[in-house]
């Protein structure tokens, strides 16, 4: 059973930097590409980046490309999403995801995503 668990969110002023990270456990992390995606209220879920089982491939949104950073370290299991240069319309949910299939990579494709944390709230005051 694969397990991610989100931590780092948290309310912060715009212009403000904040670091997601996300544990996995229950198979072998080095193997799966992992995504982060975010949604805000009323909206619908939307992918944020994406990182392939290297690392030598990442997806960013137009939204956030030049102020998030996605990155992961096999190591210690777990894949960061630095956020700075943080706005207002950032404000939402944001959940891991793990790929289903090893050795693929999808980026922003929503359904090769089989295993989702809880979910950590980032607000953005203005």
């Known amino acids: 059973q694969v397990q991610l668990v989100e931590s780092g969110g948290g309310l912060v002023q715009a212009g403000g930097s904040l670091r997601l990270s996300c544990a996995a456990s229950?198979?072998?992390?080095?193997?799966?590409?992992m995504g982060w995606f975010r949604q805000a209220p009323g909206k619908e879920r939307e992918a944020v980046a994406a990182?392939?089982?290297?690392?030598?491939?990442?997806y960013y949104a137009d939204s956030v490309k030049g102020r998030f950073t996605i990155s992961r370290d096999n190591a210690k299991n777990t894949v960061y999403l630095q956020m700075n240069s943080l706005k207002p319309e950032d404000t939402a949910v944001y959940y891991c995801?793990?790929?289903?299939?090893?050795?693929?990579?999808?980026?922003?494709?929503?359904?090769?995503?089989?295993?989702w944390g809880q979910g950590t709230q980032v607000t953005v005051s203005s």
């Open positions: 229950g198979r072998t992390f080095s193997s799966y590409a």
């Open positions: 990182i392939s089982w290297s690392g030598g491939s990442t």
């Open positions: 995801a793990a790929d289903g299939v090893a050795w693929r990579y999808s980026g922003s494709y929503y359904d090769a995503y089989d295993y």
